[in-house]
Nanobody, 126 residues
Framework: QVQLVESGGGLVQPGGSLRLSCAASVRTYPMGWFRQASGKDRQFVAAISRSGGDTDYGDSVKGRFTISRDNALNTMYLQMSSLKPEDTAVYYC??????????????????????WGQGTQVTVSS
């Protein structure tokens, strides 16, 4: 069973930065970050391959967010900069279904992910 634990959320002013972390119980699954604002569907934020060499981003965060991972620590990160009020949401880290675990690509759809963290709230407000 894959377990994921997010940390690093909080309240930040517009234009500020925040770094989220996701500690995983497994190593080198393709992983990703999603977010869900109140009353809205879950939205793809970013994804990273097993090695960390390939990344992908949702259009709304490109150029502002950076996904990375440290496989030695079994940890994935999301560095968020130039934050906007519309970035306010619960942020979830996720790992792909076990059948995809050895793939070298990234995955951008929620239905490709089988394991989810509990979520961490990010609020961007002055």
């Amino acid at each position: 069973q894959v377990q994921l634990v997010e940390s690093g959320g909080g309240l930040v002013q517009p234009g500020g930065s925040l770094r989220l972390s996701c500690a995983a119980s497994v190593r080198t699954y393709p992983m990703g970050w999603f977010r869900q604002a109140s009353g809205k569907d879950r939205q793809f934020v970013a994804a990273i391959s097993r090695s960390g060499g390939d990344t992908d981003y949702g259009d709304s965060v490109k150029g502002r967010f950076t996904i990375s991972r440290d496989n030695a620590l079994n940890t994935m990160y999301l560095q968020m900069s130039s934050l906007k009020p519309e970035d306010t949401a619960v942020y979830y880290c996720a790992a792909v279904e076990t059948r995809y675990r050895y793939s070298s690509r990234t995955y951008g759809r929620p239905d490709e992910y089988a394991y989810w963290g509990q979520g961490t709230q990010v609020t961007v407000s002055s």
